[in-house]
């Protein structure tokens, strides 16, 4: 996970570090999954990326008040969760990078 600077749980400019992912949710709408992960102790962070081991941009931290709780790492709570960059959603996302002049 690389993780930008400023967000709560992390009080330096910013990080580069290993973690795991735990399981895979099911498909919500448009069939977006979310990743559940240790990174930051399970806390995550907003704005932070989750990356393979090629660097490829995975799954994209996403931050409610349920994933910021301060408590042991577990992975039936909502913190640390990411949403996948796939289908749909990496469509979309490619369709604005190609249209760029």
Known sequence: MVSPAGHANF???SSIEACAIHEIDPPSEDGIRR???????GYGGSGSGLFDEAGHL????????????????????????????????????????????
């Open 35 to 41: 990743v559940r992960h240790d990174c930051n102790d």
């Open 58 to 101: 995975v799954a994209m931290q996403s931050a409610s008040l349920d994933m910021n709780r301060r408590l042991a790492f577990d992975i039936g709570l909502h913190y640390g969760s990411a949403i996948l960059i796939e289908g749909k959603l990496l469509d979309a996302i490619m369709q604005k990078v190609n249209a760029r002049p």
């Open 11 to 13: 009080a330096e400019p």
